[in-house]
Nanobody, 115 residues
Framework: QVQLVESGGGLVQPGGTLRLSCAAS????????MGWYRQAPGEERELVAR???????NYADSVKGRFTISRDNPKKTVFLQMNNLKPEDTAVYYC?????????WGQGTQVTVSS
């Protein structure tokens, strides 16, 4: 059974930082491209960042220079370090695991940026 469990969301002031974690089980983690997506109310889900099995990362333009994605294969965990958070970063953040034969999603964690 595949599980992706996100943690680390919460309420933070503009300019603040958060670190999201996603712990995976039931998959050969090192073979998967891992990603973070987000969905704000009334908006479509969008890619924030992803990191390949070879640790190549790419980012949405809106978060470049502020967010960093990383992975720890032995711990089967992917992280999203979010710095200089802005109100427009407010959304539910979802962890994603993807290979050619399928994709899996976590349940999401709420990030709210507000003063």
């Amino acid at each position: 059974q595949v599980q992706l469990v996100e943690s680390g969301g919460g309420l933070v002031q503009p300019g603040g930082t958060l670190r999201l974690s996603c712990a995976a089980s039931g998959i050969t983690f090192s073979a998967y491209t891992m990603g973070w997506y987000r969905q704000a109310p009334g908006e479509e889900r969008e890619l924030v960042a992803r990191i390949s099995s070879g640790a190549n990362a790419n980012y949405a333009d809106s978060v470049k220079g502020r967010f960093t994605i990383s992975r720890d294969n032995p711990k089967k965990t992917v992280f999203l370090q979010m710095n200089n958070l802005k109100p427009e970063d407010t959304a539910v953040y979802y962890c994603n695991a993807q290979v050619a034969i399928g994709t899996y999603w976590g349940q999401g964690t709420q990030v709210t940026v507000s003063s």
